[in-house]
């Protein structure tokens, strides 16, 4: 067992770190906030650098590595700021599922222009849950035989407005024959209705996006391999650990300007540092933060490797780093005192980040409940 | 200790919880704004809220603590922000109340029924140790000169009257602090910044600037040197009140939550079913009283001329982090709906995060705690 990143992994690290150094402007961020406005020039040259598309092989745009360097990559951008860092995190995440589960063609159509910064994928997850008559969501194009229809559907979608390839999820798909589609944007009954305002995360905006009568051709149908995992547990695995890897960045972050805020801010004739009740909180936020990495990192290497533990480690990484995340936010604005509770700052915005990714999907009660029951299954 | 609301109490939570209602979307939309909401101020005036603690013989309510603390939490359990109005003009006329003199109470008793007060001691360098403040008041034959910048004044952009510490002495630490009334028409006297905060936001915090500001000697509030003793013995009697907005704002995000989880779905079982939400919901119920409890105990012990530092300090520390933690479980509840702008509770832990902070953050209050444990 090695504990240690490898020379390129450090590199990596390095070259996430500079870039969103010298890219990541915070009276940028506070602006793309107010505005709600994706970061396109700055994806873009996340793009041409190959920080996006990264964990892609070679032959499509990438650079042959895994999930845990991307994670290291999401970590060093959400550290430096939450919310840019969390909209370029979250501008492929349909590729992970073509990844895995798509074809040779799918691949190079779908994840090439990704890399490129030319398109962002997406993934509407259709919530069926208060359908109320049981239509199928999808069915057989009878006019072609190997392509099908999405009747109906409504899901709520990150970057909506602006991803160009939408990976379609729902639980409602034939059972004897399970499949998932791919959607192009500009199609035909692909359609967006309100943006969702929420308390943070607010430069990658969710729409709701509604499926009315699309037509989608046999090329865009991804086929479940027999046996494999479903595209729809590989985008949940992967989500989980995006998140626990944004998390662990915001937290990093908070607790970096904490430390830093606590070595300037003088009251009572020696800097706040000098307090044992600051210390003390420092002290535990930073052991705290050690244990995210781990877990975080252990998360990311299992789904490299396949590990048989995915399924719960990934709901243990993500549970715990969101809880950090918030914890380190609201932690780090009370050492700050009230410049902490202020705008300017970036601090108030990294908490509300932090506090919106932990309940955005799957919440944490719901990777409570998961983990319960792995435990005693 | 047990606390029985009498008649009266009674009516008039329930007449303030009927505004408290009809002003809970527009609560909502100056969070959004950022713009003061005169209207609710006006609604405040016309019912003789704001008017609450000043004295009968000022046509004010009279009202003691305790009651001034009930009204503060039922409004914050539907509209923090509006609390926080209220809640920050009682902290600037509290210092007036402990010690104008008769003439002082003649001119400006009676303008708190419709006149907005606020208080302001926080400066840049310093906010938790007030000696480190350096605006200074010079004595000038006629009229005291104050020159300096203060900030995170509540409301001081809109309010007429505001309390202001200064240095009389700079040598003398915080034994060199005085208190004046200053009026925002007297000149030399602006507001500068005006913060944008992450909660409480129709009711933000405002930098006041004094270049040359006039003060005349008829408004320096007790004695000179007296400032810091002013401002304690204020925050005393203030810092229940924060926290009975933080009880009202825990207790309004309970409600929202309970009324909510009847409809919510967690793995496609109903919320309500769900031990982990019961036990969460129970957990959220417990600290509330808890809160509460020292809230009342708090109030009652200014009222009954027993005002205990370690009570209000107590008080407001316990209130807000509870504010805080059930607000972040209220969320965590309701999930995705929690961080979503259609539903108040996100907006109810900002508000939260702000209480935990003003008025002595919460590290303070257990600096204050601590030394009266060991005496």
């Known amino acids: ?377 | 200790m047990s606390i029985r609301l009498d008649e009266k109490q009674k009516n008039l939570i329930e007449k303030v919880r009927g505004i408290a209602q009809k002003i809970a979307l527009r609560n909502r939309e100056v969070d959004e704004t950022m713009e003061f909401p005169w209207d609710i101020f006006k609604i405040f005036c016309e019912n003789n809220i704001l008017a609450l603690p000043i004295p009968e013989e000022f046509k004010g309510g009279g009202e003691a603590n305790l009651t001034c603390c009930l009204v503060l939490e039922e409004i914050a359990r539907f509209s923090p922000g509006s609390s926080h109005m209220i809640a920050g003009h009682w902290l600037g006329f509290t210092p007036l109340k402990l010690f104008c003199n008769p003439s002082q109470k003649e001119r400006y008793f009676p303008r708190f029924r419709s006149e907005l007060a606020a208080f302001s001691l926080t400066e840049p360098a310093a906010g938790s140790d007030a000696g480190g403040i350096i605006t200074e008041a010079k004595w000038e034959g006629e009229n005291y000169n104050l020159n300096g910048t203060k900030i995170y004044c509540t409301q001081g952009h809109v309010a007429n009257v505001i309390t202001v510490f200064a240095k009389t002495n700079p040598d003398k630490g915080v034994k060199g602090l005085s208190a004046f009334i200053v009026e925002k028409e007297f000149p030399g006297f602006s507001v500068g910044k005006i913060e944008d905060q992450i909660g409480m936001r129709g009711t933000p915090a405002a930098e006041l600037v004094l270049q040359d500001c006039h003060v005349p000697k008829e408004n320096l509030l007790g004695k000179e040197g007296e400032g810091f003793n002013i401002a304690m013995q204020t925050l005393d009697r203030t810092r229940p009140k924060d926290a009975a907005i933080s009880v009202g704002i825990a207790q309004g995000a309970l409600d929202y939550t309970l009324n909510y989880a009847k409809t919510g779905f967690l793995m496609k079982e109903p919320l309500l079913k769900s031990q982990a939400v019961q036990f969460l919901l129970a957990d959220m119920a417990i600290t509330i009283e808890a809160a509460r409890l020292l809230v009342y105990e708090s109030a009652t012990l200014i009222d009954e001329d027993r005002v205990s530092t370690k009570h209000s300090a107590m008080a407001k520390c316990f209130a807000t982090d509870t504010a805080m933690r059930v607000t972040n479980q209220a969320i965590d509840i309701l999930g995705t709906e929690g961080v979503s702008k259609e539903h108040p509770v996100e907006m109810f832990m900002r508000d939260a995060k702000l209480l935990q902070i003003l008025e002595g953050t919460n590290q303070i209050q257990r600096l204050i705690i601590s030394r009266s444990l060991l005496g």
């Open chain 1, 1 to 377: 067992m090695q504990f240690e990143l490898t020379d390129t992994q450090k590199d990596i690290q390095k070259a996430a770190r500079e870039f969103a150094e010298k890219e990541f402007d915070s009276d940028l961020a506070l602006e793309l906030e107010k505005e709600e406005r994706f970061p396109k020039p700055i994806f873009e040259k996340a793009c041409q650098l190959g920080f996006i598309g990264i964990d892609y092989p070679e032959q499509y745009g990438g650079q042959s590595f895994g999930l845990f360097e991307n994670v290291l990559v999401i970590e060093e951008f959400t550290r430096k700021d939450s919310g840019i860092g969390i909209s370029l995190s979250l501008a492929d995440i349909g590729s992970s599922i073509i990844l895995k589960h798509g074809d040779e063609g799918q691949k190079k159509k779908f994840l090439i222009p990704v890399t490129q910064g030319k398109a962002i994928s997406t993934v509407a997850l259709i919530d069926s849950s208060h359908k109320k008559n049981q239509d199928p969501i999808v069915t057989k194009d009878e006019a072609h035989p190997d392509g099908y229809v999405i009747n109906r559907g409504k899901a709520w979608v990150i970057h909506g407005s602006l991803a160009r390839t939408i990976v379609v999820l729902g639980e409602s798909y034939d059972p004897t024959n399970p499949i998932t589609l791919i959607l192009e944007r500009d199609w035909g009954g692909v359609n967006i209705l309100g943006l969702k305002k929420m308390m943070g995360m607010r430069i990658s905006s969710v729409h709701e996006m509604v499926f009315d009568h699309v037509k989608v051709p046999k090329d865009h149908v991804i086929q479940w391999d027999n046996g494999g995992a479903n595209p729809l547990t590989t985008y949940r695995h992967v989500h989980r650990i995006k998140t626990s890897a944004q998390a662990l960045g915001i937290a990093q972050g908070a607790f970096d300007h904490a430390v830093k805020h606590a070595k300037e801010r003088e009251q009572f004739g020696r800097k706040i540092c000098q307090f044992q009740g600051i210390q003390f909180m420092l002290a535990e936020l930073y052991t705290l933060i050690e244990a995210t990495r781990s877990l975080v990192y252990r998360a990311a290497y299992s789904y490299d490797v396949k590990s048989s533990d995915m399924e719960t480690i990934s709901s243990v990484a993500r549970l715990f780093a969101t809880d950090v995340a918030v914890r380190t936010t609201i932690d780090s604005i009370q050492i700050h005192g009230g410049v902490g509770l202020m705008k300017e700052y970036s601090i108030e915005r990294m908490f509300r980040d932090a506090k919106t990714i932990q309940n955005l999907g799957e919440t944490n009660l719901i990777q409570k409940a998961l983990i319960a029951k792995s435990i005693i299954s």
